[in-house]
């Protein structure tokens, strides 16, 4: 526990109080004046009270509460309209609330390894600013609108029930590396091509269909593509085997027929 007093340190700025066995935090923990960074990862919070975090609403830029057991995300969380980076992963938080779109700010959000999150909320969708969301294995069955994430570089979406169309990524300009291996996204792979900045394509085990399309000329950055184990039954453009960058094609467990070139 921390002692009497804490939220007396007016110059303190970080607390990194991880791996601990904590319960709960002191009532006058969040009464710090200028912190903007606080890690309480890996303890045991799960009914602790944090309505305190809404004192340093104006002041947080981090803010880390994975490995907590947390059954919900704390509804202050909303209120820190100032936060860059947030940290939810390895709770059993299964509900994710359209008032995440009052984190204009955030650039970087992890939920992964939850409890059930089921249909992304479209508020999700609007956050301009995001460049990585991780969100493996927390039972997502859909994304909403994306077009909103447009500086949107990183999407860590493996092992979940997803069941977009691959076209709804399409819209995602900015992405380097989409993982969205292990789920249900149906879908040919048209509009590829529009993702002009995509390193990398995770697309293994989903249910994809047709052929590996033309357009793919233009996804002109793209290094590795791995979509083995979907329903892929058309022809192998050989376009994609001209993109000035490819070095990993991965299309076992497929129909797929064409000339594969050396």
Do not use: C, K
């Amino acid at each position: 526990s921390f002692p009497e007093g804490f939220g007396n340190l007016d110059s303190l700025e970080q607390i990194y109080a991880w791996g601990n066995q904590l319960t709960d935090v002191p009532s006058d923990f969040f009464d710090l004046a200028i912190v903007y960074n606080i890690d309480l990862s890996g303890n045991q919070l799960a009914n602790a009270d944090l309505t305190g975090l809404t004192n340093v609403a104006t002041t947080l830029t981090d803010l880390n509460l994975a490995a907590n057991d947390l059954p919900a995300i704390p509804s202050e969380v909303y209120s820190l309209t100032n936060l860059l980076q947030l940290y939810l992963d390895g709770n059993q938080i299964s509900f994710l609330d359209d008032q995440i779109s009052n984190l204009s700010n955030l650039e970087f959000l992890t939920l992964g390894y939850n409890a059930g999150l089921g249909d992304l909320p479209g508020g999700l969708g609007s956050l301009s600013n995001l460049h990585t969301l991780n969100i493996y294995e927390a039972g997502v069955s859909s994304f909403p609108d994306m077009s909103g994430l447009t500086n949107l570089r990183n999407l860590s979406a493996w092992n979940n029930n997803i069941s977009n169309d691959f076209f709804d990524f399409t819209v995602l300009d900015s992405i380097e590396t989409l993982d969205i291996y292990g789920n249900q996204v149906s879908g040919t792979l048209d509009g590829i091509g529009n993702l002009t900045n995509l390193i990398n394509l995770y697309a293994g085990f989903n249910q994809l269909s047709g052929g590996i399309p033309a357009d793919i000329s233009g996804a002109v950055s793209l290094e590795g593509i791995f979509i083995e184990n979907n329903s892929l039954n058309g022809e192998i453009d050989p376009a994609v085997f001209e993109l000035p960058l490819i070095n990993n094609i991965d299309l076992p467990g497929n129909n797929l027929n064409g000339v594969m070139l050396h």
